[in-house]
């Protein structure tokens, strides 16, 4: 079945950089685009990022471009969100999730399975 | 950017009450909508795709309708498994938005 779990939060102060890390298994994760999406405590679900299937496209909430960066290795079953310049306004449980889409760039598609999140908690 | 509004914020209902939640869009998203669950402490779970597609595996009694910038999430007789907050989603175009959730509480 597929899973997603996530890791690489915790208390960081403001200003500092930070790497999450979403292995996946139970599918061909080099065959799907994956998503950040992020919920600060107590709030509704933000997305962050996006990357194609490949690793060739991403794009980023306008809140987050210029400080974050979303990458993958697929020969490790790996996605990453690379955090700088931490701010307080970051604090959220961060997810990734999967595109259902196969080898597809562009198609507007939902996100069909998700992790249990990683929480950052920005705070000096 | 496209808003999405989610109405009632909260909602009490009693077991096998129907529970209707509307989402509305700032511009037309065609059927590119989707519809999730969350629990304290889980992730969200897919109910609803494309409006009214109901996700593998979920119950018969959640449906979605609706297309343009009026939506509906019709739960038609809640168990209490389901008494949660539930988030409408857009995939039209990026940034990908969603509602800010409306609570599904126990009468």
């Known amino acids: 079945q597929v899973q997603l779990v996530e890791s690489g939060g915790g208390v960081v102060q403001p200003g500092r950089s930070l790497r999450l890390s979403c292995v996946a298994s139970g599918f061909t994760f080099s065959g799907y685009g994956m998503h950040w999406v992020r919920q600060a405590p107590g709030k509704g679900l933000e997305w962050v990022a996006i990357?194609?299937?490949?690793?060739?496209?991403?794009y980023y909430a306008d809140s987050v471009e210029g400080r974050f960066t979303i990458s993958r290795d697929n020969s490790k079953s790996t996605l990453y969100l690379q955090i700088n310049s931490l701010r307080a306004e970051d604090t959220a449980v961060y997810y990734c999730?999967?595109?259902?889409?196969?080898?597809?760039?562009?198609?507007?598609?939902?996100?069909?399975?998700w992790g249990q999140g990683t929480l950052v908690t920005v705070s000096s | 950017d496209i808003q999405m509004t989610q109405s009632p914020s909260t909602l009490s209902a009693s077991i096998r009450d129907r529970v209707t939640i509307t989402c509305r869009a700032s511009q037309s998203i065609s059927t590119w909508l989707a519809w999730y669950q969350q629990k304290p402490g889980k992730a969200p779970k897919l109910l609803i795709y494309d409006a009214s597609s109901l996700e593998s595996g979920v119950p018969s009694r959640f449906s979605g309708s609706g297309s343009g910038t009026e939506f509906t999430l019709t739960i038609s007789s809640p168990q209490t498994d389901d008494f949660a907050t539930y988030y409408c989603?857009?995939?039209?175009?990026?940034?990908?938005?969603f509602g800010q959730g409306t609570k599904v509480e126990i009468k």
């Open positions: 989603q857009q995939y039209k175009s990026y940034p990908w938005t």
């Open positions: 990357i194609s299937y490949d690793g060739s496209n991403q």
């Open positions: 999730a999967k595109d259902p889409a196969y080898k597809k760039v562009g198609a507007p598609m939902p996100f069909d399975y």
